[in-house]
């Protein structure tokens, strides 16, 4: 069936240095994908998103890299702050241009 | 313009006991959804509404109902609740596949039944 996966569920880095938040999608027929950060206690927050007509996205600090040949889509987030520790969820559109189907999660601890 | 709001923000039950979730956006978006959150888990897909006046089920929509009866109102229903409710339930909102496909999140609401 159709699934989004992450390849780590927690990842701890230094304050300032870059993380990559890494995830795989097993539908090819996905042409949207987002991701978005959850704080505790907190709604899902949009971060940044991308179409499969591209392979690159930059926002503020945060890049998004898509590579369809694997099915891989990655967040990257330059200069790690404290307020980036939060739980970061990738999301593909699959077979629907209006449903989201979200991946298990990856938490992210900013080591002062 | 508050985005997406959800009332109540928290709420316990009791086996069998019935309620209903409201979830409100201004933002005048055609698709609403609403989605469970359990611990450690992502999110779930419940009921979803590409309208008003229509909906359809998600992934998990056994125990659930709901109703869409205004474009900026989506309501979810619980007419016997189960302890495998407690949960935490976030209702969403987007545009159209013309622009975004960006869901816009709630607060959340968290149930606990005992």
């Known amino acids: 069936g159709e699934s989004v996966g992450l390849h780590l569920p927690t990842l701890s880095v230094q304050e300032g240095d870059n993380s990559i938040i890494n995830c795989a999608y097993s539908n090819s027929a996905s042409d949207y994908f987002i991701w978005y950060k959850q704080e505790s206690g907190k709604g899902p927050q949009f971060i940044i998103d991308i179409r499969s007509n591209m392979d690159k996205r930059q926002g503020q600090r945060v890049t998004v890299l898509l590579n369809k040949t694997v099915k891989h889509l990655s967040l990257q987030i330059a200069a790690t702050q404290p307020g980036d520790s939060a739980v970061y969820f990738c999301a593909e559109n699959g077979d629907s241009s209006y449903k989201l189907i979200f991946g298990s999660g990856t938490r992210l601890l900013v080591r002062p | 313009n508050a985005g997406v709001t959800q009332t109540p923000k928290f709420r316990v039950l009791k086996t069998g006991q019935s309620m209903t979730l409201l979830c409100a956006q201004d933002?005048?978006?055609?698709?609403m959804y609403w989605y469970r959150q359990d611990p450690g888990m992502g999110l779930r897909l419940i009921h979803y509404?590409?309208?008003?006046?229509?909906?359809a089920k998600g992934e998990v929509p056994d125990g659930y109902n709901v109703s869409r009866l205004k474009k900026q109102n989506f309501l979810l229903g619980l007419e016997s609740a189960a302890p495998s409710q407690t949960s935490v339930y976030f209702c969403?909102?987007?545009?159209?596949?013309?622009?975004?496909?960006?869901?816009?999140f709630g607060p959340g609401t968290r149930l606990t039944v005992l």
């Open positions: 933002m005048n978006h055609e698709y």
């Open positions: 509404s590409v309208g008003e006046g229509t909906t």
């Open positions: 969403a909102s987007s545009y159209d596949s013309r622009g975004s496909d960006e869901q816009f």
